[in-house]
């Protein structure tokens, strides 16, 4: 998975890229004019980050090759994942958007889970630099998730007291760091998942 941070508005033809494929901002009238072989995504309506973020969803959705989906998780993020496995998907991803924070968490997917029992899956990983600015870490599952059990361990292996929230929507696990105690980027986190 990664996550495409649109905290600024976007510009037309500024491109976005996952893999091979390559999205292009165009803000000219349906049916529109970007570069040949890339995939349009119509900010023909505005170029904000509300209207950006939700048509580089549908971009993404009706359009790609790579088995991936996309959905907005908040006003300026865009989480993308792969429905396959994703412990041996390491796509790389980068865009040329100008504007401030415009950006993907990092320059491949990351945070594959492990596989397991079916309909149990655990994943596990420190967060990057982005997820500890914005205070939250996103996990995909390859099921919809009922259950949830988190573990926070510090760098040298000691269990920390987390106690932020954890919200499920469908197979994504989102921890955010709301509570007293949070995880850093030196923490390992462990999300057990259960169908």
């Given at each position: 998975?990664?996550?495409?941070?649109?905290?600024?508005?976007?510009?037309?033809?500024?491109?976005?890229?996952?893999?091979?494929?390559?999205?292009?901002?165009?803000?000219?009238?349906?049916?529109?004019?970007?570069?040949?072989?890339?995939?349009?995504?119509?900010?023909?309506?505005?170029?904000?980050?509300?209207?950006?973020?939700?048509?580089?969803?549908?971009?993404?959705?009706?359009?790609?090759?790579?088995?991936?989906?996309?959905?907005?998780?908040?006003?300026?993020?865009v989480l993308v994942f792969t429905n396959n496995d994703s412990s041996a998907i390491a796509l790389p991803c980068s865009e040329?958007?100008?504007?401030?924070?415009?950006?993907?968490?990092?320059?491949?997917?990351?945070?594959?889970?492990?596989?397991?029992?079916?309909?149990?899956?655990?994943?596990?990983?420190?967060?990057?630099?982005?997820?500890?600015?914005?205070?939250?870490?996103?996990?995909?599952?390859?099921?919809?998730?009922?259950?949830?059990?988190?573990?926070?361990?510090?760098?040298?292996?000691?269990?920390?007291?987390?106690?932020?929230?954890?919200?499920?929507?469908?197979?994504?696990?989102?921890?955010?760091?709301?509570?007293?105690?949070?995880?850093?980027?030196?923490?390992?986190?462990?999300?057990?998942?259960?169908a």
């Amino acid at each position: 998975m990664n996550v495409l941070r649109l905290a600024s508005n976007v510009a037309d033809g500024e491109i976005i890229t996952i893999g091979g494929e390559v999205y292009e901002i165009d803000t000219a009238a349906d049916p529109g004019s970007i570069t040949a072989g890339r995939i349009r995504v119509n900010c023909s309506s505005g170029v904000t980050p509300t209207v950006a973020s939700a048509q580089f969803v549908i971009a993404l959705n009706a359009n790609t090759t790579l088995g991936l989906t996309a959905v907005a998780i908040s006003v300026n993020e865009v989480l993308v994942f792969t429905n396959n496995d994703s412990s041996a998907i390491a796509l790389p991803c980068s865009e040329t958007l100008a504007g401030a924070n415009n950006a993907w968490a990092t320059a491949a997917f990351y945070g594959g889970e492990s596989s397991g029992v079916r309909g149990l899956r655990a994943a596990q990983r420190s967060p990057n630099a982005q997820e500890v600015t914005i205070g939250n870490m996103h996990f995909v599952f390859p099921f919809a998730v009922s259950a949830v059990l988190v573990q926070v361990r510090s760098s040298t292996g000691a269990a920390k007291a987390w106690d932020g929230v954890t919200t499920v929507s469908g197979q994504r696990v989102t921890l955010d760091n709301t509570g007293t105690t949070d995880w850093a980027a030196t923490d390992n986190v462990v999300v057990l998942a259960s169908a």
